[in-house]
């Protein structure tokens, strides 16, 4: 189970940035967690289930969370994207519009 750990992180690491998938760290634990009770039939103490429960749900919130802002972002930086593009092609037609105002005007 450590060797896919390992490879998984490798390959998330080389096809994406750090600093995001550090919002992921988590998720190792859960798959451990579900590799215990699922494969290996380990048994818990309530008490341990219940933080169990309580950390996953946390967990489930941050995931949600970290997948509702990359969302956002990408609109965010695609709206930048278009305004400045936008401010740029205005700035070319008001400098070719000025252009061929002076270019049909003799007097300048």
């Known amino acids: ?3 896919f750990e390992h490879v998984a992180k490798f390959m998330a690491f080389r096809y994406y940035e750090a600093a995001p998938l550090q919002k992921l760290s988590f998720l190792p634990n859960v798959w451990n967690f ?3 009770i699922l494969l290996m ?3 818990f103490a309530t008490i ?3 933080g169990f ?3 996953f ?3 489930f919130a941050e995931l949600i969370h970290f997948y509702c802002l990359r969302d956002h972002d990408k609109e965010s930086e695609e709206k930048e994207q278009n305004e400045i593009a936008k401010k740029q092609l205005e700035g070319k037609l008001k400098d ?4 061929r105002i002076g270019a049909s005007n003799p007097l300048h």
């Open 41 to 43: 039939h380990v048994s």
């Open 34 to 36: 579900l590799v215990d």
């Open 96 to 99: 070719d519009s000025i252009g």
């Open 1 to 3: 189970m450590t060797i």
């Open 48 to 50: 341990q289930l219940i």
């Open 53 to 55: 429960i309580v950390l």
């Open 57 to 59: 749900t946390y967990y």
